[in-house]
């Protein structure tokens, strides 16, 4: 039993992970109505930028953050020079998640052209471990819970208490409206787009860091787990998404304790088939049924 | 360099995409499913093959001591019937989720992770069908019979029958498109509202697609590994899936030959013809990483400069009787109405 508390415990630092990514990736699908498949990629490219830095000596702390602002600025530079003129040309979103597969090869490519195809590894220190009851987490794992907690924390204050987060809400819940009653709407994208990059770069970056071991093949597993929380918790949802992660999280964890560390993964996948049957629109369903996603 | 090699290769790469690719246009072109999980349907079509062939695992013929699940050798056609049959069943069972009346771009996501998830229990199960080191030494088709042994010889004749395989798929594909049920699927992929108005139970023609597409793809996979006689996850990644997009958005969805040209582009010219160039730089992982990238931005240029391909969807007949309005939108919806 206490080692199922104790798998729970890694579970819900890996939900914190999952978090950072799933909840930039939800958000930005709320406000723009795309889905950026390249996020996957993105992440990657954000892990190997962290690793690049790491490997100059710089601390993995400071090589998050900068690769999180870099991650950041490509996606507004993504959205502005290729998704926005895409869709200005009319293509539809069906087609815009063509686009994005296009974006994922190339940025997947490039940096297994530059990193190569082999496993690294972040140099840090990884703390002391820390026993409370039957949990068990070294000091890293703390801090990473805990930067995790404090963005979601963030991402509820901006939503819910400043103007910005307000005005981010009306584009999601009807574009025209907003921009009607003078919201701002490039810069309210251009904001989502920021913060979705961003924690999808943090979420990069933790990630590697949780997983040891990482290669450029990373970005497509952790884009699963990412699109399991998201779906789970309703498509669009920022707190969906947190809960969706959570389940997600534990679920990986305990399956890995309880069947097999080879299949924490298909874990994630049996979530999203039964919700995908059971309940096609997550567990929060407003964005879903809006936008017309399943019906 | 061995030309008669370098031929034979390009010939059997190029045709078997060019099945699989036409298999992905029914569902893509013609009925408007974006389904980013067709690599497994290739995939279960040469496992299959390669395990009806192999034989039993725990039989003498298994010398590499390979685990699989269970096997046989049949003879010559039997492989690949088999491996139809399994695509068409696999496309059955995943055509189901796509039967939930997803909208376009999310069904397409949660395809691509399907994808992933049969990568991973493939991965995962090492008794299933080997795992990561996947199949090898499976027996080429025919090859023991005649005096065909292996070599050059045996490849012109294999691309042969592969061509052979390509024109009926070719001229089938042509009559169906031509049929009643073509014109049904395109009227899916356009409205499909207005489809169920007409009458047209649009949930079973999602699920015949499915299992059309994906026993075209099962065949494709099949073919191919008789003649490269081993089968991995690394022939499969997710990403494979979207060489077969490009081919088809590049050439021009919902038109066969459009298709066959985008399949030559991708596979002949970027995928196999560089292989045989001098290395860049001696490296063959950097060439494939610009290969990938290629593809990648090809996908983009065709997107903005010709959306609807180098060879367009003919327009079909009576289609001036439709308003401007709606002839605008292009084949498989990647355009939006104007």
């Given amino acids: 039993m206490s080692l199922v508390i104790e798998a729970a415990g890694f579970g819900v630092v890996t939900a914190g992970v999952v978090a950072l990514a799933a909840v930039g990736f939800t958000l930005q699908f709320a406000i723009t109505n795309i889905f950026n498949v390249a996020v996957g990629s993105q992440l990657t490219l954000a892990a190997f930028i962290a690793y690049a830095l790491n490997r100059t000596g710089v601390s993995i702390w400071y090589a998050m953050i900068a690769a999180g602002l870099f991650t950041g600025v490509t996606s507004v530079l993504l959205n502005r020079m290729i998704f926005q003129p895409f869709l200005r040309r009319g293509t539809s979103f069906f087609g815009l998640v063509v686009v994005g597969i296009a974006l994922l090869l190339i940025i997947q490519f490039s940096s297994q052209a530059i990193w190569g195809a082999s496993f690294v590894s972040y140099q840090f220190n990884a703390g002391g471990v820390f026993k409370w009851g039957p949990l068990l987490l070294n000091r890293t794992s ?21 103007r910005f987060g307000k005005s981010m809400r009306a584009t999601a819940a009807d574009p025209e409206l907003a921009s009607s009653c003078g919201i701002r709407i490039q810069l309210v994208t251009d904001a989502t787009w920021f913060l979705a990059g961003m924690l999808s770069g943090l979420g990069g970056v933790a990630f590697g860091m949780t997983l040891g071991a990482f290669s450029v093949s990373m970005g497509s597993t952790f884009l699963v787990i990412i699109v399991a929380a998201a779906i789970l918790g309703g498509v669009g949802q ?18 890995s304790l309880l ?11 049996i979530i999203l088939i039964l919700v995908l049957v059971v309940r096609p629109e997550g567990i929060l369903p407003g964005v879903a049924r809006y936008r017309g996603i399943a019906t | 360099m061995n030309w008669g090699f370098f031929a034979t290769t390009v010939i059997i790469y190029v045709v078997t995409s060019l099945i699989a690719a036409w298999g992905l246009d029914l569902q893509f072109g013609s009925t408007g499913v974006l389904n980013f999980s067709f690599i497994i349907f ?32 049949l003879p010559f056609p039997l492989p690949w019937i088999g491996a139809m049959v399994v695509g068409g069943i696999l496309g059955l069972l995943v055509g189901l989720v796509a039967l939930k009346r997803l909208r376009g771009d999310y069904e397409a996501i949660v395809m691509l992770v399907v994808s992933l998830m049969a990568l991973y229990i493939v991965l995962s199960d090492v008794g299933f069908l080997n795992g990561a080191s996947g199949l090898a030494l499976i027996p080429s088709p025919l090859q023991s019979g005649g ?12 691309s042969g029958l592969t061509v052979v395989v390509g024109v009926i798929v070719g001229f089938v594909m042509h009559r169906l498109m031509e049929s009643p049920l073509g014109r049904a699927l395109r009227a899916v992929r356009e409205n499909e509202r207005a489809a169920e108005a007409m009458g047209r139970n649009t949930a079973a023609l999602r699920l015949l697609v499915f299992a059309l597409g994906g026993s075209l793809g099962a065949l494709s996979g099949a073919i191919l590994v008789g003649f490269i006689n081993a089968w991995s996850p690394g022939a499969w990644g997710f990403a494979e899936t979207f060489l077969l997009f490009a081919a088809v958005i590049v050439g021009g969805q919902g038109n066969l030959v459009g298709v066959a040209v985008g399949a030559f582009i991708i596979f002949g010219l970027i995928i196999q013809g560089v292989l045989f160039l001098p290395q860049i730089g001696g490296d063959s992982a950097l060439t494939e990483c610009l290969q990938w990238i290629t593809a990648g931005l090809l996908i983009l240029l065709s997107m903005w400069l010709r959306p609807q391909g180098i060879i367009p969807e003919r327009r079909r007949r009576l289609s001036r009787w439709i308003a401007p309005a709606r002839r605008k939108r292009n084949g498989s919806g990647l355009l939006r109405w104007r």
């Fill in chain 1, 142 to 162: 703390l801090i990473l819970l805990g930067i995790a907690a404090g963005t979601m924390v963030a991402v509820h204050l901006l939503l819910t208490y400043t």
């Fill in chain 2, 147 to 158: 005096n065909l042994t292996g070599g050059t010889g045996y490849g012109w004749f294999y």
């Fill in chain 2, 42 to 73: 290739v995939a279960a079509g040469a496992y299959t093959a390669a395990i009806l062939t192999l034989g039993s695992p725990s039989g003498p013929g298994n010398v590499a001591q390979q685990q699989y699940f269970a096997g046989a050798t």
């Fill in chain 1, 238 to 255: 920022a707190y969906g998404a947190m809960l969706g992660a959570l389940v997600v999280g534990i679920a990986t964890e305990e399956t």
């Fill in chain 1, 259 to 269: 069947v097999s560390s080879a299949y924490s993964q298909v874990a994630a996948f």
